[in-house]
């Protein structure tokens, strides 16, 4: 009990001297990396930029000590900063007073949701939103946060208003406009993370680009030439802080507030399994919906915005040798310390410079192999990619989250409302005689049994399909009618019932109409539902061989005497 409502309990056992060491050098590397990155997802966000850093400071240490991932780093990511300002704008300007406290009351529900869905067990919830869905999703978004961040690289002044085209428009009739000082030290600052990226991978480069673009900035004088800065940030801890709830409607924001908890936990759980693969470590999804949602409540307290795992922090916390959990500790503890120290260099840092940054990071969000293998593998798939990205760039983010999984579970219904029903006889090749699909290898059948196996669940949605088939065989005047139910994964009321009034309607007419081989959860389904008496249990065998010698004994012997297809060994006894 103790270890479910203090998870921490269950590894801090393995710290030790070594792990300590390895897990403070991980956890300073994780503060270089993410001193940047908090920076740029304040600014996605619409929040001042020290804001990024309270979320790096606050989150990932409540989500080490609560959730059941050993290398997941928590904070803030591109996906959810974005949710939040195409929340929040709507209701504030972005970086006020007002703007603040809606991102941190949205913070505070959102980690609610999550919360609650981790104490009731919904984490399987994350399997339904499939893969096609959030790559869809992260392209729509890397589009949208490098259309924010133009203006800021051109040096051209845009609308915070206004939908995806409204933007591009003013972005492509403002192009006269744009200021050679700022592009200048946009593309040095891009062109440094590039050539750091491939040439120099150890060296943190996003910090040493921002390091280029600010000398580059005060050498060319760009405050004379209209090159903005982004201000000193507070040096210091995070300052408490209280959701909102007089001036905000719950109702209203609570939609909101469950995509961006559904987004994050979706986040989390994939990264953590991805990296769990390599650790060999079990990740409990049920856990990591409490450890992101207290941290997103309890970051709320303490001026964080939402946040969830950061697949970057993350593998570099794992590639740096981190052990335990400390590593997130101690990646916020000494963010921190660095803060104090840096803060107030943070005066000559560029705008410009910043728009560059982000300009990489919405790039590097795009996974194109998995939108390669998308539009290769399926055409369903490709669907839910393109529907999902679109509606991200053209609808609100959060309906985009819904309606790409609403679309994932259409596709997956259709699916499975279209059972794979195969013909099947008994190869003659084979000393066995097993049972092959003679669509696949064309063998000789009974005139007097037909053979079936239903690949698929047998439910409400499958109904139709498998009763047009049934009832095709009906009709073309089959005998007999075995069905081999190892195929069959699930059963319903509604399957089960179709499988009564097909037995009632087969046998009325003389005719015989059995099943072997079905699985035990669809056996125990027909035997509490009393459906095993009225289909027959003398009907019902556990595998084909006893089913065939029952099924042989009831044949018109008439009509095996005149057969020349004899494909059952019983046939070469008589």
């Not at 500790?329 to 560029?350: E, N, Q, R, S």
């Not at 059972?419 to 699909?437: C, G, M, Q, S, Y």
């Amino acid at each position: 009990m103790l270890h479910k409502l203090f998870p921490f309990l269950s590894w801090t056992g393995r710290v030790n001297k070594d792990t300590l060491k390895a897990d403070s050098m991980a956890g300073l590397t994780g503060a270089i990396i993410v001193l940047p990155q908090g920076i740029a997802f304040a600014a996605i966000a619409g929040m001042p930029p020290i804001y990024g850093l309270y979320t790096a400071m606050v989150t990932p240490i409540v989500a080490a000590l609560f959730g059941s991932s050993w290398h997941l780093i928590s904070g803030p990511t591109t996906a959810i900063s974005l949710v939040i300002f195409g929340t929040v704008s709507k209701f504030a300007e972005p970086e006020t007073h007002d703007y603040i406290q809606f991102v941190l009351t949205l913070t505070f529900l959102a980690g609610i949701f999550q919360f609650a869905m981790g104490l009731a067990r919904l984490g399987t919830l994350v399997n339904f939103v499939s893969h096609s869905v959030v790559v869809g999703f992260t392209a729509g978004a890397a589009i949208l946060i490098a259309t924010s961040q133009l203006g800021k690289v051109f040096g051209i002044s845009t609308p915070r208003e206004g939908d995806f085209v409204e933007k591009w428009a003013h972005l492509f009739h403002g192009i006269p406009e744009t200021n050679l000082y700022v592009f200048g030290v946009a593309m040095a600052t891009l062109l440094t993370a590039l050539l750091l990226k491939k040439f120099a991978p150890k060296i943190p480069n996003l910090l040493f680009a921002m390091i280029v673009g600010s000398v580059l900035a005060f050498f060319i004088q760009g405050n004379a030439h209209g090159v903005a800065l982004v201000g000193k940030l507070e040096s210091g801890l995070p300052p408490f802080s209280m959701p909102d709830f007089e001036r905000i409607e719950i109702e209203e924001f609570a939609p909101y507030a469950f995509a961006i908890a559904l987004l994050g936990l979706i986040e989390a759980v994939a990264i953590g399994k991805s990296i769990a693969s390599k650790s060999h470590q079990r990740i409990d999804g049920n856990q990591e919906f409490i450890g992101q949602g207290l941290s997103n409540i309890v970051g709320s307290f303490f001026s964080s915005y939402a946040g969830s795992g950061s697949f970057t922090r993350s593998g570099v916390n794992y590639t740096a040798g981190a052990r335990t959990p400390m590593a997130a500790i101690f990646a916020a503890v000494m963010l921190m310390l660095v803060l104090w120290l840096i803060a107030p260099l943070t005066a000559y840092l560029p705008i410009a410079a910043m728009g560059g940054i982000i300009l990489l990071v919405a790039y590097n969000l795009i996974d194109f192999k998995s939108i390669r293998q998308i539009f290769k593998s399926s055409r369903a798939e490709a669907a839910v990619f393109l529907v999902t990205m679109l509606s991200t760039l053209f609808l609100e983010l959060e309906f985009a989250i819904y309606l790409g999984v609403i679309i994932s579970l259409v596709f997956y219904l259709q699916r499975t409302s279209s059972p794979h029903i195969v013909t099947l006889a008994p190869d003659k090749d084979n000393e066995h005689r097993a049972f092959v699909n003679i669509d696949r290898k064309p063998m000789p059948t009974c005139p007097q049994l037909k053979i079936i196996r239903i690949d698929g669940s047998l439910f409400f949605g499958a109904v139709s399909k498998i009763e047009d088939v049934l009832g095709k065989y009906y009709e073309a005047g089959e005998m007999n009618l075995l069905i081999v139910g190892n195929g069959i994964g699930m059963i319903d009321l509604a399957g089960a019932e179709l499988l009564e009034r097909e037995a009632n309607k087969w046998q009325g007419s003389g005719r015989g109409f059995y099943f072997c081989s079905l699985r035990k959860p669809v056996r125990d389904y027909l035997e509490k539902g009393g459906f095993m008496e009225h289909i027959g249990r003398e009907n019902m065998f556990e595998t084909k061989l006893s089913a065939l010698k029952k099924i042989y004994a009831k044949l018109d012997k008439e009509i095996c005497s005149t057969c020349t297809a004899r494909i059952f060994n019983e046939c070469k006894n008589d």
